[in-house]
Every structure is written in C-alpha cells, then in structure tokens.
Nanobody, 114 residues
Framework: QVQLVESGGGLVQAGGSLRLSCAAS?????????MGWYRQAPGKQRELVAS???????YYSDSVKGRFAISRDNAKNTVYLQMNNLKREDTAIYYC???????WGQGTQVTVSS
C-alpha cells in the first residue's frame, strides 16, 4: 500500500506563486519512484503537468514549461511542485500520482484569481 498526501494549495492572485507538496508513505513505496503531478479543471480531463523520474529526469507539459518546477526530497519521501507566474487557467485540483501504479493523492485545490 502507498499513501500520497498533497498540501499547499490555496487561493492566489494571477502572477503569484504556490508550492505544492506530496508526502508519500507505505510499505511498498520506493524513495526514488517516478512521480507525477496532474491537474483537473472543471469540465476537463485530468492532465499530466509534470513528472520526475527515478534518475531525476523531468517532464513538463507545454502549458507550464518555464513556470513550474518539480523536485523531490528523497530523505523526506516528498515531491514538490513549485508554481510561479500563475495564470487563471492554472485553476484546478492538483493530484500527485505514483507513476505506473493506480496510487493517487486526494488532491489539493489551486485557485488563481485575476
């Protein structure tokens, strides 16, 4: 079993920043496991916005490239998503996921106001 708990969401003005955290635990969790951040806006499909592989390689969707940064602290079993220059279209529920598995966090709401 794996537990993923997101935190750090909230309400921010456009142009502002937030940092999301995803704390992982569980008997089968590997500290360097590939992790991803997804988001789902109202009426839209869930989409992958960033991921980090076991070797530290990263991926970003075009919509967030240059503004978001994914990182990890293996000692804390935590993955972060630093979000800068937020836009209204970034408003969504953000989820972390243990890639290649069915384990998801519960999500954290990010709302960007104009």
């Amino acid at each position: 079993q794996v537990q993923l708990v997101e935190s750090g969401g909230g309400l921010v003005q456009a142009g502002g920043s937030l940092r999301l955290s995803c704390a992982a635990s569980g008997s089968i969790f590997s500290r360097d496991a590939a992790m991803g951040w997804y988001r789902q806006a109202p009426g839209k499909q869930r989409e992958l916005v960033a991921s980090i592989g076991s070797g530290g390689s990263t991926y970003y969707s075009d919509s967030v490239k240059g503004r978001f940064a994914i990182s990890r602290d293996n000692a804390k079993n935590t993955v972060y998503l630093q979000m800068n220059n937020l836009k209204r279209e970034d408003t969504a529920i953000y989820y972390c996921k243990l890639l290649s598995t069915a384990y998801w966090g519960q999500g954290t709401q990010v709302t960007v106001s104009s």
